[in-house]
């Protein structure tokens, strides 16, 4: 049941897939509709030329030869005869193309002083004209004749061609065989052909679509590829001039965030200095407790201030500004102890640990990297409970070096595990106060770094744990 459950599905995905739209077979529709017509009008062309001009019955000289072998050869009856036979079966081999099919095939009579010397067939029926050299419908048996006759007063001789008029379309078919049998059979195959033709055509615009899908989001430079074709130089250039629109448009927006970071660190440092002091010098509890409340108000106002810049930096690092191998486990184990103080405050054990006895080496920023581990750890001792625990263990796996920060708090629902890395997002069911920043700039300097992270629960279904991998340095 469950393998005709997926057969079930991917044959339902195969039909969604061709019946969605697409220029490629909407173009190639059209290139073998526009074949179709073609040979629907040279079709048309051969039957109307058919119908309006008889192959054989137009023609003068044939007559003329015929009347010309009756009265020669009229004192010698064999070769007449057998003169005649051989003109009669050169007509129906040229007309029918090369097929003795009786149905189809002119007929010729002679006559000679009144009498019937020469009919094509026994089977045929006598036809008479009313005006000798036009060509006139003539009915005959229980069929319609195309005919027409010639006469000479040498010998009282008289000649008559004619040809069916049914089946004048097969009629035609078969004596252009040459022109249109190669056109019919090759029909069908017109198909692989034009789509060939579409495929490389659309080269150009897959290359446009390919370097666009292998870019960041945080690639706005304009695109490498310059087509010199007219048609995708407005697309190409229409993208470019959106990618430099954004680029300017995100570029003013971390200028004025930068600046203003910049500026509030001023402010802030000059507040918590006059609070520090007049917190000193008085001795009323209740004084002394509100000046904790502005001091502990300052702290988290210059905590946002230093996450904005650290957004901004890593947003502004360049894909390429990656200068240096770094031992990332040397890295994580010196950071530990600037945010042990914050633990101790707290009652919380910090525990770290690298999984391997050899170094992990990656390729990056260092800077980048430190504020990555610093909001990871951080977060987890600012989320634990007091006394709780926070484990931080670096090791590798396959190509990747990797990074896990456990912690012992609320955890985060399955449901917002991606939109908590979105800027300013935070739980709504979180006490704790914050910004909403931290693993947005940890999201970030990944993505510069090409590597990824994933939440998941911590130890016990308790708590939250946020794995991060880094490609290992190949140096």
């Not at 010309?68 to 007309?95: G, H, I, V, Y």
């Not at 006559?111 to 036809?127: E, T």
């Not at 252009?176 to 579409?198: G, N, Q």
């Not at 300013?424 to 704790?432: A, G, H, M, V, Y």
């Amino acid at each position: 049941m469950n393998f005709l459950s997926v057969a079930a599905k991917a044959v339902a995905r195969r039909i969604r897939r061709w019946l969605q739209p697409s220029l490629v077979r909407r173009l190639l529709f059209a290139q073998i509709a526009v074949a179709g017509l073609l040979w629907c009008a040279t079709l048309a062309l051969f039957l109307y030329d058919s119908n309006r001009l008889p192959e054989l019955v137009r023609y003068d000289k044939v007559f003329e030869s015929i009347m010309a072998c009756a009265q020669n050869l009229a004192f010698d009856p064999a070769r007449q005869q057998q003169t005649l036979k051989a003109f009669d079966m050169a007509l129906q081999e040229t007309s029918s193309d090369f097929k003795s099919d009786q149905d189809r095939a002119p007929v010729l009579q002679v006559w000679q002083q009144g009498r019937l010397i020469y009919n094509s067939a026994p089977s045929a029926p006598l036809m008479h004209t009313q005006m000798p050299g036009r060509v006139e419908q003539v009915r005959a048996g229980d069929r319609v004749w195309r005919a027409r006759s010639m006469t000479s007063p040498l010998l009282d001789t008289r000649v008559l061609l004619a040809e069916p008029d049914v089946l004048r379309l097969n009629f035609t078919i078969e004596h252009r065989s040459y022109y249109l049998l190669p056109l019919a059979i090759s029909l069908p195959f017109v198909v692989f052909p034009a789509w060939l033709s579409v495929m490389l055509a659309l080269r150009p615009w897959r290359q446009v679509t390919k370097e666009t899908a292998e870019r960041g989001p945080a690639d706005l430079s304009p695109l490498t590829f310059e087509p010199p074709h007219k048609e995708l130089q407005p697309l190409v250039s229409g993208i470019n001039g959106l990618l430099r629109s954004v680029r300017d448009r995100a570029s003013r927006e971390r200028g004025l965030i930068a600046d203003a970071a910049n500026e509030l660190r001023t402010p802030l440092d000059a507040m918590r200095v006059n609070v520090e002091a007049l917190k000193a010098r008085t001795s009323d509890p209740g004084q002394r407790e509100l000046m904790a409340n502005l001091l502990r108000s300052n702290d988290r106002a210059a905590r946002l201030v230093g996450q904005l810049r650290q957004l901004m930096r890593s947003d502004e690092m360049p894909l390429d500004a990656l200068p240096a191998t770094l031992a990332f486990d040397a890295l994580v184990r010196d950071r530990i102890p600037l945010v042990e103080a914050l633990a101790r405050a707290r009652g919380i054990a910090l525990e770290f640990a690298s999984e391997v006895p050899e170094p992990v080496p990656v390729h990056g920023e260092r800077e980048s990297l430190i504020s990555m581990v610093s909001n990871l750890v951080e977060n987890a001792i600012k989320y634990s409970p007091d006394g709780g625990a926070v484990t931080v263990r670096v090791g590798r796996e396959s190509s990747d070096a990797v990074l896990r920060v456990t912690d012992q708090g609320p955890g985060i629902p399955p449901a917002l595990r991606e939109r908590v890395f979105d800027r300013f997002f935070r739980n709504p069911d979180q006490t704790q106060s914050g910004s909403g920043l931290g693993l947005a700039i940890v999201r970030s300097v990944l993505e510069k770094h090409g590597g990824r992270i994933e939440l998941s629960d911590g130890e016990g279904g308790r708590g939250l744990r946020a794995t991060v991998w880094l490609p290992l340095s190949a140096g």
